[in-house]
């Protein structure tokens, strides 16, 4: 069975630093591309990042690029999400979710539960 | 970027009845060298993560219930539930993998009438 758990989410003040962690089971995390999403409070999804399989194909949103980073750790069937010069509009809840495919470009078939960031002084 | 919109913001439906949903991309999202339309669609249950129900614009995931389909080609595209039930209640995303960023529609939100 897939998992996807993410963890590291946290009330942090504007302009600090926060990383969001994804444990991934279930399959062959060094096959597939990873992705995060997030979630506003009542809002709807906007895609932030995603990285292929060998962290060869990055891509960000504009909203987050230059601030955030993603990564992945093969061996630790991990994807990271470093997130610096947080702002109140980051608030959200953040999704890892994989990808099914290698590389970037095809839809997401399975989404952890999400770990809420809340920026706030 | 792909911008991504969609109709209606909500509809309600009776139990029973047919409910379409529209997606609009800004630019075409048809790879003309394999023509496939890089166009998914999800449904969020209120507490949940999203589901993926249809993907290359037409095709079924494993499991998703046959009266969910999905048509359209280029930039113009449509989710359509053909006999509503009570567990369809939820919202609907389109989504664009073409390119990044991979943009989601703003939702539509589906209600038992």
């Avoid at chain 1, 702002?87 to 890892?96: F, G, I, K, P, S």
């Avoid at chain 2, 009776?14 to 409910?19: D, F, H, Q, T, Y």
């Avoid at chain 2, 969020?44 to 494993?62: D, F, H, M, N, V």
Wanted: aromatic share 12%; proline share 4%; with cysteine.
């Amino acid at each position: 069975e897939v998992q996807l758990v993410e963890s590291g989410g946290g009330l942090v003040q504007p302009g600090r630093s926060l990383r969001l962690s994804c444990a991934a089971s279930g399959f062959t995390f060094d096959d597939y591309a990873m992705h995060w999403v997030r979630q506003a409070p009542g809002k709807g999804l906007e895609w932030v990042s995603g990285i292929s399989w060998n962290s060869g194909s990055i891509g960000y949103a504009d909203s987050v690029k230059g601030r955030f980073t993603i990564s992945r750790d093969n061996a630790k069937n991990s994807l990271y999400l470093q997130m610096n010069s947080l702002r109140a509009e980051d608030t959200a809840l953040y999704y890892c979710a994989k990808d099914s495919g290698q590389w970037l470009h095809t839809p997401f078939d399975y989404w952890g539960q999400g770990t809420l960031v809340t920026v706030s002084s | 970027d792909i911008v991504m919109t969609q109709s209606p913001d909500s509809l309600a439906v009776s139990l029973g009845e047919r409910a379409t949903i529209n997606c609009k991309s800004s630019q075409s999202v048809l790879y003309s060298s394999n023509n496939k339309n890089y166009l998914a669609w999800y449904q969020q249950k209120p507490g949940q993560p999203p589901k993926l129900l249809i993907y290359w614009a037409s095709t079924r995931e494993s499991g998703v219930p046959d009266r969910f389909s999905g048509s359209g080609s280029g930039t113009d595209f449509t989710l359509t539930i053909s006999s509503l039930q009570a567990e369809d209640v939820a919202v609907y995303y389109c989504q664009q993998y073409y390119s990044t960023p991979e943009a989601f529609g703003p939702g539509t939100k589906v209600d038992i009438k």
